[in-house]
């Protein structure tokens, strides 16, 4: 199990604008969706034991801090012929099997994820109502094996702040994962 860290993307970034199909709804799904909103942008797959470690905690967050005022967006950016387990058919079955309260998009491209320099999964980019880059890292310091609870804190912390109108507080730690699959020639060179 490669265990790659997040890129960290400098803070201040305007969010990268995509527009992506939803597997479970077969509708295309915008960034411009959520103008005005606080959004997170979680890129995640089917099989990664870090994605999976955290699911359903994340799924949890999700559910809380949507009905705080938070838009949330999970991308998939897998190459699927290599990886059939994060194939758009596999992804509609999680969400609705976990029944995800955010669209999860594929990113057959690879292009938003080299926009947003995802290097992992899960690997998570934090925007405020104006859209710039104030948080990306971890969920938490939990891992597989590291029997450190799944609870969010990192995120927590950070939505929490934003959601008030400031700035998130104290040290951005990298997450943690499984490296995006990029296609054969096409991995963007900070993931070489």
């Known amino acids: 199990m490669a265990r790659t860290p997040s890129t960290m993307l400098a803070l201040g970034t305007q969010a990268p604008t995509f527009t992506l199909p939803n597997p479970s709804t077969g509708q295309e799904v915008s960034l411009a969706q959520f103008k005005g909103q606080p959004v997170l942008v979680a890129f995640i797959c089917n099989h990664c034991p870090f994605v999976l470690h955290i699911l359903d905690g994340f799924i949890q967050f999700a559910r809380e801090y949507a009905e705080k005022g938070l838009a949330i967006v999970a991308i998939n950016a897998n190459d699927i012929e290599h990886y059939p387990d994060d194939s758009p058919e596999k ?4 969400a609705k099997q976990k029944g995800f309260p955010f669209p999860y998009l594929f990113d057959e491209s690879q292009e938003v994820a080299k926009a947003y320099r995802a290097a992992c999964t899960p690997d998570f980019f934090l925007f405020d109502r104006s859209g710039k880059l104030v948080y ?3 969920f938490d ?3 597989p094996g590291n029997s ?6 990192d995120l927590r912390a950070a939505c929490d702040a934003v959601l008030q109108g400031e700035a998130p507080q104290g040290e951005q730690i990298p997450s943690l994962g499984c490296n995006i699959k990029w296609r054969a020639g096409h991995a963007p060179e900070y993931a070489q």
């Not at 992804?91 to 999680?94: G, N």
């Not at 450190?148 to 804190?153: I, L, M, Q």
Request: net charge positive; aromatic share 0%; hydrophobic share 45%.
């Open 136 to 138: 990306r890292g971890q």
């Open 148 to 153: 450190v609870p799944v609870t969010g804190a």
């Open 141 to 143: 310091s939990a891992r």
């Open 91 to 94: 992804m509609q079955a999680l």
